[in-house]
């Protein structure tokens, strides 16, 4: 793997991705991302660098993908409408991006015999009532009416989409299902929970939970997330889906609670039902912990870093920037 494309790669995990490609030495770097939810300023440090192009573009308004992505050796596909508050202000929008955007990466892989990884989510086993959830477990999406699960629905098609090619020996894929991944840089505004607990508390402002606290949380830090995104292609895991994902379990309330006392904050905790902030096109999963024996496998490689680790480290970075 010596030229690649990130695309999303301005995003929280795709900046993350890049700069670890481009200490691997990486020869060549292309970035796409049309800065929708990513932010320039992930990757102002290297995009200096002469390995890296960075296209500022939406993937579906880009004219000759074919030819763009002559050259490459393997493509990492990251970009997608992501987070909870960001899918429900932008429902159709995400929800086309997330299918048409990964089919045309998907085109333009098999036209240049580029293998691909795709990050898909937890968010597609539903309300699953498992304990735990394998990559084989049966998802449990809710009604059509209940617009969040649109984004699990996309994920799934861009899944569907890619093994099918794979079985016509089209396009050679690798499936991640992301659960909950936290780190510095990520943002709190489209609604992810670790960050936006930590802004709060820093500034002694009420920290908001959605529901009543007891559901629970399993949270894995970006760096070893990239690790495996690095070392599943390097095993060239085709065809497989892989949890991606923590086992600790955390409870909401806890969480906060946790942030309270790292940060010695003197926020209050209150609460409001999932209909009073969403709408009634919501629901939530009461607990999501992933299986991870088959990423072990093929990787060898555990999650490292605890919630402790990773709530004071991100507490650390948001005091210092
Ligand atoms: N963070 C998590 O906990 C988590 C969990 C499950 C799955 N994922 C998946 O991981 C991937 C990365 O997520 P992230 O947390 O880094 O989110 P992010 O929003 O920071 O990254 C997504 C990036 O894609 C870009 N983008 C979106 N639509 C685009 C388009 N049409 N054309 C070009 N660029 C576009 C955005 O600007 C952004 O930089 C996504 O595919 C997401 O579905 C993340």
Redesign the pocket.
Known sequence: MKKVIV????????SNLVKKLLDLNVEKLLI????????ESNISSIVSDERVEFLN????DIESINELFEDYDFCY???????VQ?IMDNLSESLL??IL?THKVLEACQANELPILL?????VYGVAEDDVWTEETKSLIGPTTKLRWSYAAS?MIDEFIALSLFEEGKVSPIIV??????GPN??SK?G?VVPRFIESALEDKDILIHGDGSQSRSFTWVDDVVDYLIKLAEVKAYGEVFNIGQTEEISIKNLAELIIKKTNSNSQIIYKSHEEVFGKAFEDPKRRTPGIDKIIEFTGMKPTKNIEFMVENIINFKKNN
């Open positions: 695309t999303g790669g301005a995003g929280f995990i795709g796409i991302d049309d800065l929708s939810t990513g932010n573009s939406k993937i579906e596909h990251l970009a997608a409408g992501v987070g960001y991006t997330n955007a990050t898909s989510t937890s968010e994920k299902r992301l659960f909950n991944i936290i990520q943002l489209y992810m």
